[in-house]
């Protein structure tokens, strides 16, 4: 899932719950995570929204939001932003574990 400025609240409103990983070319821990993050959104497919949003591309969102650094995890269900992010670089089982957190929301 690709998120933009255009289509990323629609996506928060539906009440799924929402994985957003906030990215740059230019960053190299957000590439180094970027497998990680496709493989998680294939995990939780059908239980839970993963993408990504390109912070070049794209500054409304993370403007709103205070996005000072990337990579971050930012992580909304019932269209509400969750009490907890996951900030810089992470491995698969720390995400993992902040999604079902989010599920037991």
Do not use: H
Request: aromatic share 10%; hydrophobic share 45%; proline share 5%.
């Amino acid at each position: 899932m690709t998120f933009t400025d255009e289509n990323v609240r629609e996506i928060i409103a539906s009440g799924q719950p929402v994985v957003i990983d906030f990215w740059a070319t230019w960053c190299g821990p957000c590439m180094a995570m970027a497998p990680v993050i496709d493989e998680l959104a294939k995990e939780y497919e059908g239980r839970v929204v993963i993408g990504k949003y390109n912070t070049e591309d794209n500054t409304e969102f993370c403007t709103e939001n205070r996005v000072m650094g990337i990579p971050l995890l930012l992580f909304f269900k019932d269209g509400k932003k969750a009490p907890f992010r996951l900030a810089g670089a992470q491995k698969a089982d720390a995400i993992r574990q902040k999604i079902e957190e989010l599920l037991a929301l």
